[in-house]
């Protein structure tokens, strides 16, 4: 199979890759780039694990061909934290102890921030539903939801 | 595992119906692809091409007058029409089917063409559009067509599409005054895929009898199944919560559902009818306005 | 925290708002799992498994395979690992009935019949294509009460009726209490499977080196385990495995056994000296890990018209799949907390495991108690009704106390069910009257801390610590306990601090690697806050006491203190000072530098253990809670929706403030599903929804509020008075829905999950008595 040539940003740094051209998203960022910050859990578009901003939406990077995020912008988990500093919603997580186990949390991280910079000022309700591709085994989900909530009233901002 | 294929670009729509001429039947078209990428990696489809029309912006647009009604290009993305200010203006029903069809993630990379040439029985978009009369545009490298959106759908993962076609464009009227639209699927999680779904359209006339309705139900057969009787035994009448559940009875009659783990056939009519039933007159009251 | 307060503060760690200390590394993406390890020249591993659920092996021929570019090897059971058999319960040599890889049969679809390892995923799976195994088909058997039919297929030789396991329990005179009775009430249960779900899937990768020497990285709960087994079955010594589970993305009793993919892997590598790699696939976790044993559950009780409970009988027939796994403990489990929380005149309990041609069954999170809570308490809930009488008042005079026996089995130390009841009454009246198509629904149960079970024969003591302290007062925590997730390493950091007197941030805590910790039995049945936490509390004294030795003695400090003979030093929040004038005091690590100096420039180094003893047989202390919840239940369509929650919840002192309130929470998320979501259909034999799609799982948007009370009691046998917590809460909860939908209707759901399907058929039901019932009269 003859291999093609895919360009894109991750995290703010510029990648040119040969790649077999069925080679998915999350395979080009754990196992070309090396990030492993983003989780795999299921394969059928269901538990959100993989969960990666592309062009600052959030997008299920198990289910996308790594191909068609060519030109794009990807942020992943590694790229939230500014000189070395964590973004508010990941002070956040800690704070709220929004995770156990953490397989998800990456994924469930990154929704989270793609829906806060959509709607700054969720309601819970809509909290709820935009989390609701990311499955947590661990936590009953309240925790995140507080832990959102609460970056969204500015208590983890940066300072 | 995915078997490899040779991945195809084109940079516009003339590009990529040439390619699909040249391919024809060694090639398969992604758009947002979450559903094919899933039957591809099960090793249930295997493609010597794949060409890829996501990124074509010719498609990428909603269009609105109030005389032509909306046009929505096959590449716009669920969430795109969710969040369109005309939609929530003049089609409120599609964007509350949009808002529950799936995960934010899912909503941000699939398509409504997708969607609809992937001719699932238990999406939600083509219920709720049969019953606004929608057409859909297809096309092919010698030019376009329009059918309903009715004949389009035509079993289990099978569409009207031919060799060589892709969806271009769906086109839904603008809805009469005094037209009420509702959608709702029965699931156990909130944006879950239905177990089974009914869509209703209800238009009154000046005396505030029916004067036009649809209903049409999801995951009921093996594509969207369009109750006729039900528009027969209501045109003409009044608001009447006994005819909405003899509406109901007669929905789950005519449905055609299947068992599975979910559900068996005989709950999926008996939710169908209930379906049916609230749809009618929760589109009712709205057309009443 | 300012000297002053020391004397009154009671802790100054303990149930403080500190943070997961794993925190940074989960939510920056630094933590990497099994599934993230990669090691220089790895090769990657595929599972060939069996499409049959019963079928001789007759020949396998991998040649194919083997020449296919990019295939490295090849391993079989005839060839390879030649019929080792495995199982935990080390000390039951019949009970260790399953080869990973089959000499000569297969039991379930999914099981394991060889493996390929290739330079890349891909090639494996495309090998496993080119490998021709030829079967001769069995007839198969996939439910309990077929499998025990005098004529049903013969699953393992010489298991008659493929009876695998029997226990029974009794106590007191049951048949006489049963005549006491002025009530009887029996029924039939019939109770779900459940999977774990981890959100990593089962992930191995072993490196054998040319010095004998094996390397495991494993996603488990229990490394020595592991260690332990992999030793057994590999022929090696202890000593030269190691196994490493740095972080591990879930398990809830699922990773506790050997499974296909540490023992394939290690095998490959064994054979092929090259590092190998096996992650399952979301359907290969499904149809060949393991799952919540299904039970079909009958109950007899009989109680006095007053509510007194006398008598109870229990006999279960158990779905044990293929294999024994850890089957027989969740079999005992099972028929004791169907006792709990309640005092029986007379009990009786008979369970069965039968083996079936379906995927093993084993533990998971509440170990055979969530489906002895989903019978038990429904039916207690119907005998009140039955009886005219408060369920709720019922149930508490009829509960365990502080001090209370459970005859020849456990004695009860602490116990605060009954302020649980308080706390539900209270919640229930708040709540006022409810809308109609609303109820709330109870349920109650106690749980283990820990097992003393010691199946697996080990020589070690249950839990060991070890914390040594460096000059600058920073302090190495050695602890063989698993974090998976629940909160382990922070709870033991917690504790560890608070002994030292130190804060949280002084404490590196080393886990999750048998070559640098103590042997631990690991995570299961909630033992660690109580063991690794005892263990854990004397190796911090341990080391406390050796530094204080130096402060006693060292003129220094006894100016700055004031010290005499009658007073005493502690150190809290990194202050050495006299107790009855916590003003007067030095720096802790004044006092590390002393003592270093003091040792001649050793360390000090601190060491703890903990082995039960003379707890009984089951657990060394019991929590005690109460699960409320408020159900909508739409009566035209049968669909659930979960308004809100009350957890009343005894674990005695709590330790981890965050981690106890998110393993509630947790707890009641998989405990909801396991009642009315979470489902594992079978069709001959094959599971019908092995993926995320068709297997529904509790999402955001199904969670209702959960709130907490604490209710204050000290377990004398905990360290610092702390048990169980965040297992025991998966029992009550399908119980407590069940419970509710009671209340809604009048209608009885013995079969779980509760599927909108079956309310509706039971009010058809109800209905058509009701009618039928008139007409005769």
């Given amino acids: 199979m003859e291999k093609q040539l895919l360009t894109l940003t991750v995290n703010g740094q510029p990648y040119e890759l040969y790649i077999n051209p069925k080679t998915l998203l999350v395979e080009v960022i754990r196992d070309h780039i090396g990030l492993t910050g983003t989780k795999r859990g299921c394969s059928t578009v269901s538990c959100g694990s993989c969960t990666v901003m592309l062009n600052g939406m959030a997008v299920k990077s198990c ?76 936590t009953g989900y309240n925790s995140i939801v507080r832990a959102i909530d609460a970056t969204a009233k500015g208590n983890y901002k940066e300072v | 595992m995915i078997h490899d294929f040779t991945y195809l670009k084109p940079s516009s729509l003339k590009e990529a119906l040439t390619m699909l001429e040249e391919h024809k039947d060694d090639c398969k078209v992604i758009c947002g692809g979450q559903s094919l990428l899933i039957i591809m990696r099960q090793g249930l489809l295997v493609t010597d091409y794949l060409i890829d029309i996501k990124h074509i912006k010719e498609l990428d647009y909603i269009q609105f007058d109030a005389k032509a009604g909306l046009k929505i290009g096959a590449t716009t993305t669920h969430h795109t029409i969710e969040t369109s200010d005309v939609i929530k203006k003049n089609y409120p029903v599609l964007v509350a089917m949009e808002n529950k069809l799936a995960s934010i993630q899912v909503r941000n ?105 649809r209903v049409v139900l999801g995951n009921a ?59 009618l007159k929760q589109a009712w009251e709205q057309a009443k306005g | 925290m300012t000297t002053t307060s020391l004397a009154t503060t009671k802790f100054t760690v303990i149930n403080t708002h500190v943070h997961n200390i794993d925190g940074v590394a989960k939510v920056t993406g630094r933590a990497t799992y099994t599934f993230d390890v990669k090691l220089p020249n790895m090769l990657y591993g595929k599972i060939l498994r ?124 049951v048949d006489e209490a049963f005549e006491e009775a002025e009530y009887i ?108 044993t299904p039970m079909f559950y009958y109950v007899r009780t009989g109680v006095k018209k007053d509510g007194t409970f006398l008598a109870r009988e229990a006999k279960v027939f158990t779905n044990g799949g293929a294999y024994t796994g850890m089957g027989a403990t969740a079999l005992y489990l099972t028929g004791f907390f169907h006792s709990f929380p309640y005092r029986w005149r007379g009990y009786r309990y008979d369970g069965y495991r039968v083996y079936t041609n379906t995927l093993p069954s084993t533990s998971m999170r509440g170990f055979g108690a969530p489906q002895a809570m989903f019978t038990s308490e429904q039916q207690i809930e119907w005998i009140a009704a039955d009886l005219g009488l408060d369920p709720i008042e019922m149930r508490r005079k009829n509960s365990h106390y502080p001090g209370y026996e459970v005859p020849g089995q456990a004695r009860i130390e602490s116990c605060g069910i009954d302020q649980c009841y308080d706390e539900i009454q209270k919640w229930i009246k708040e709540k006022g009257k409810l809308p109609e198509n609303r109820a709330i629904g109870i349920s109650a149960c106690g749980f283990m801390t820990g097992g003393i079970f010691n199946w697996f024969d080990t020589p070690y003591a249950f839990s060991a610590a070890m914390v040594t302290i460096n000059q600058d007062g920073t302090v190495e925590l050695y602890v063989g306990a698993q974090d998976m997730g629940q909160g382990s390493n922070t709870t033991l950091a917690i504790i560890c601090a608070e002994t030292l007197g130190v804060k949280m941030e002084d404490i590196k805590l080393h886990a999750s690697d048998t070559d640098h910790c103590p042997p631990d039995l690991g995570a299961w049945g909630s033992r660690q806050t109580l063991m690794t936490g005892n263990a854990v509390k004397m190796a911090a004294e341990d080391a406390k006491k050796q530094l204080l030795e130096f402060a006693y003695a060292h003129a220094h400090i006894v100016s700055k203190t004031g010290l005499n003979i009658v007073y005493d030093l502690d150190i809290k929040d990194r202050w050495v000072h006299n107790v009855a004038r916590p003003e007067r005091g030095v720096d802790y690590s004044e006092l590390v530098k002393i003592a270093l100096r003091g040792k001649e420039g050793q360390k000090i180094v601190g060491r703890g253990f903990y082995t039960p003893h003379r707890k009984g047989m089951i657990s060394p202390a019991y929590s005690y809670m109460l699960q409320g919840v408020e159900v909508e239940i ?87 008075g702390a048990k169980e917590a965040g297992e025991g809460l998966t029992n009550p909860t399908a119980a407590a829905i069940g419970n509710a939908i009671f209340h809604r209707f009048g209608v009885q759901m013995k079969e779980n999950p509760i599927r909108p399907e079956m309310i509706l058929n039971a009010l058809k039901e109800k209905k058509e008595q009701k009618k039928s019932g008139k007409k005769n009269k």
């Fill in chain 3, 50 to 173: 069996s499409p049959h659920p019963h079928a001789k092996i007759l020949k396998i021929d991998y040649s194919k395979a083997l020449e296919f570019p990019g295939v490295v090897g090849v391993v079989t059971g005839k060839e390879d690992t030649l019929g080792v058999k495995q199982g935990i319960w080390r000390r039951y040599q019949d009970l260790c009935d399953e080869q990973i890889l089959p000499l000569d049969k297969v039991r379930y679809i999914g099981e394991p019949v060889a493996a390929v390892a290739a330079l890349t995923e891909d090639i494996a799976e495309q090998a496993l294509d080119l490998i021709e195994v030829d079967y001769e088909v069995l007839p198969a058997v996939y439910e309990p009460m077929d499998a025990i039919k005098k004529e049903a297929p013969e699953i393992h030789e010489g298991f008659e009726r493929n009876i695998n396991v029997t226990r029974h329990i009794e106590w007191g005179d």
């Fill in chain 2, 109 to 213: 990379w699939g398509t409504i063409g997708g969607n609809l040439a992937h001719g699932d029985p238990s999406g939600d978009p083509a219920s709720v559009l049969i019953a606004l009369k929608a057409n859909i545009k297809v096309g092919n490298a010698k030019g376009g067509r329009t059918l309903t959106l009715e004949d389009f759908c035509v079993d289990f993962f099978e569409t009207a599409l031919e060799e060589g076609e892709i969806v271009l464009e769906v086109q839904v009227p603008t809805p009469e005054a005094k037209t009420g639209a509702t959608y709702q699927k029965f699931n156990l999680l909130e944006s879950d895929q239905g177990m089974v779904a009914a869509a209703a359209a209800v238009t009154l006339n000046g005396g505030g009898k029916c004067k036009d309705v």
């Fill in chain 3, 634 to 720: 739409d009566e035209e369509t049968g669909k659930i929706r979960l308004i809100d929650s009350l957890t009343a919840h005894d674990c005695g002192q709590p330790i981890n403030h965050l981690g106890l309130i998110g393993q509630l929470e947790g707890a009641f998320s998989m405990a909801a599903g396991y009642g009315y979501l979470e489902y594992m259909p079978f069709e001959d034999g094959q599971l019908m929804n092995p993926n995320l799609v068709d297997y529904k799982m509790i999402r955001a948007t199904e969670m209702p509020p959960t709130a907490v009370a604490e209710i204050d009691t000290y377990e004398p046998e905990g360290p610092y």
């Fill in chain 1, 63 to 138: 289910s996308i061909l790594a191909m068609q995020a060519e030109g794009a912008q990807v942020t992943t988990i590694e790229g939230l934290e500014q000189t070395g500093e964590l973004a508010p919603i990941q002070k956040a997580f800690i704070d709220h102890g929004a995770f156990q186990c953490g397989f998800c949390t990456s994924g469930m991280i990154m929704t989270a921030q793609a829906l806060l910079d959509e709607n700054p000022n969720p309601t819970e309700w809509e909290i709820r539903e935009g989390i609701e591709g990311n499955i947590c085994r661990c």
């Fill in chain 3, 185 to 292: 009430r029996e029924d039939w249960f019939k109770v779900g499977g459940q999977h774990h779900v981890s959100m990593e899937t089962r992930a191995a990768v072993s490196d054998y080196t040319p010095d004998g020497k094996l390397t495991i990285y494993h996603s488990n709960q229990s490394p020595y385990y592991l260690q332990a087994l992999m030793a057994g079955v590999l022929g090696m010594r202890e000593g030269d495995v190691r196994v490493i589970s740095h972080y591990v993305g879930g398990a809830f009793g699922g990773k506790f056994e050997l499974d296909g993919a540490i023992f394939c892997s290690a095998v490959l590598s064994k054979k092929l000296k090259r590092p190998v790699k096996i992650i399952y696939t979301r359907e290969e976790d499904f149809i060949a890990s393991k799952r919540r």
């Fill in chain 2, 221 to 279: 057969g093996p594509k969207p199944v369009r109750i006729k009787r039900v528009e027969e035994l209501l045109r003409g009448k009044g608001y009447d919560e006994k005819l909405f559940a003899e509406a109901g009875k007669i929905a789950s009659e005519d449905c055609e559902p299947v068992t599975d783990i979910h559900a068996s056939e005989e709950h999926r009519r008996h939710l169908l009818g209930v379906l049916t039933k609230r749809m």
